[in-house]
């Protein structure tokens, strides 16, 4: 990964942001978010939907999925289980390339720029992460990401990106996929993210947690004691439950754009993610629609003029 070095007092600001930038996109995942089953990945989701089905519709967030999350030591994990109503064939052929999920992710606030890569080693992708304004390219903070098509067969898919190293002490960035087929055509799917911090990533969390962060909360109910009332996790929990949701969410847009005409898709994705979010403002509201419209509009554009140049 390049960090570019930044000179006078606003070095360790600008880098706090980005810690909190990364974070905000969830990108990596704890170890124990890729756990898998003995019995292999693809048997695991499959165990996971057929305990989960039932529950699917009736929770708070209006929408069938589920959300784990969970703290350690030097780690973090979020992850997600929900079904998208789109057929397996259809999500599992619009997520399996770095192309694809540039278009992912560039629904994100944080996410600047993003492109395709390849080397002898195999595929992968350039990840900019910076701000929620307007910001260059060469402002933001760059990570490699391996991309990896680890299983693909008529009823299983799973995507796996990884990155080693990150900014201010974090590394093991992991973000996995994994798909199957649904009653009704639909896709169940689980989506992960984790990643690791040493101490200096702790402290840069630990200053934007205690300032503009200090009042941003996730969406699990926690136990505040015999006397009060169950309260929204909050911390590094809150924040990863913030992205995991922003993820599953932009998954979710840019597969119901794709039953756009090819030259409105990019506009509907936008505008889908945006509504989606502000289902949940008290989690997710960062800034007003129009604000986000532009501000995307001229990163995906940006983002279109790389690839054909």
């Given at each position: 990964m390049?960090?570019?070095?930044?000179?006078?007092?606003?070095?360790?600001?600008?880098?706090?942001?980005?810690?909190?930038?990364?974070?905000?996109?969830?990108?990596?995942?704890?170890?124990?978010?890729?756990?898998?089953?003995?019995?292999?990945?693809?048997?695991?989701?499959?165990?996971?939907?057929?305990?989960?089905?039932?529950?699917?519709?009736?929770?708070?967030?209006?929408?069938?999925l589920?959300?784990?999350?969970?703290?350690?030591?030097?780690?973090?994990?979020?992850?997600?289980?929900?079904?998208?109503s789109?057929p397996?064939?259809?999500?599992?052929?619009?997520l399996n390339?770095?192309?694809?999920?540039c278009?992912?992710?560039?629904l994100h606030?944080?996410?600047?720029?993003?492109?395709?890569?390849?080397?002898?080693?195999?595929?992968?992708?350039?990840?900019?992460?910076?701000?929620?304004?307007?910001?260059?390219?060469?402002?933001?903070?760059?990570?490699?990401?391996d991309?990896r098509?680890?299983?693909?067969?008529?009823?299983?898919?799973?995507?796996?990106?990884?990155?080693?190293e990150?900014?201010?002490?974090?590394?093991?960035?992991?973000?996995?996929?994994?798909?199957?087929?649904?009653?009704?055509?639909?896709?169940?799917?689980?989506?992960?993210?984790?990643?690791?911090?040493?101490?200096?990533?702790?402290?840069?969390?630990?200053?934007?947690?205690?300032?503009?962060?200090?009042?941003?909360?996730?969406?699990?109910?926690v136990?505040?004691?015999?006397?009060?009332?169950?309260?929204?996790?909050?911390?590094?929990?809150?924040?990863?439950?913030?992205n995991?949701?922003?993820?599953?969410?932009?998954?979710?847009?840019?597969?119901?754009?794709?039953?756009?005409?090819?030259?409105?898709?990019?506009?509907?994705?936008?505008?889908d993610?945006?509504?989606?979010?502000?289902?949940y403002?008290r989690?997710?509201?960062?800034?007003?629609?129009?604000?986000?419209?532009?501000?995307?509009?001229?990163?995906?554009?940006?983002?279109?003029?790389?690839?054909?140049?």
């Amino acid at each position: 990964m390049i960090v570019r070095q930044r000179s006078g007092g606003s070095r360790a600001l600008r880098a706090v942001a980005c810690c909190a930038a990364l974070l905000w996109m969830g990108i990596g995942a704890a170890q124990a978010a890729g756990a898998e089953s003995n019995a292999g990945p693809s048997a695991a989701l499959g165990a996971r939907y057929a305990l989960l089905k039932d529950g699917l519709g009736h929770n708070q967030f209006n929408r069938p999925l589920h959300l784990e999350s969970s703290e350690g030591k030097n780690g973090v994990r979020g992850e997600i289980f929900a079904l998208v109503s789109y057929p397996f064939a259809t999500a599992g052929a619009a997520l399996n390339t770095p192309a694809q999920w540039c278009d992912v992710l560039i629904l994100h606030l944080n996410t600047k720029h993003c492109r395709p890569s390849a080397d002898a080693q195999g595929a992968g992708l350039q990840l900019f992460i910076g701000k929620k304004f307007d910001q260059p390219v060469d402002d933001a903070y760059k990570l490699d990401f391996d991309y990896r098509v680890a299983a693909r067969t008529t009823d299983f898919l799973q995507v796996k990106l990884s990155a080693n190293e990150g900014p201010l002490g974090t590394s093991d960035y992991r973000i996995v996929l994994e798909a199957t087929p649904a009653e009704e055509g639909k896709t169940f799917i689980r989506l992960a993210y984790s990643y690791s911090y040493g101490l200096l990533g702790q402290l840069a969390m630990q200053t934007y947690l205690g300032t503009v962060g200090r009042s941003k909360v996730g969406f699990t109910q926690v136990d505040a004691g015999a006397d009060s009332p169950p309260r929204s996790v909050g911390g590094m929990r809150g924040l990863v439950e913030r992205n995991t949701m922003r993820y599953y969410l932009a998954i979710e847009s840019y597969l119901g754009a794709l039953s756009a005409a090819p030259r409105a898709r990019v506009e509907k994705s936008l505008r889908d993610w945006f509504a989606a979010t502000e289902a949940y403002p008290r989690q997710l509201h960062e800034m007003e629609q129009s604000d986000y419209l532009a501000m995307k509009r001229k990163e995906y554009s940006r983002q279109l003029a790389a690839v054909v140049n």
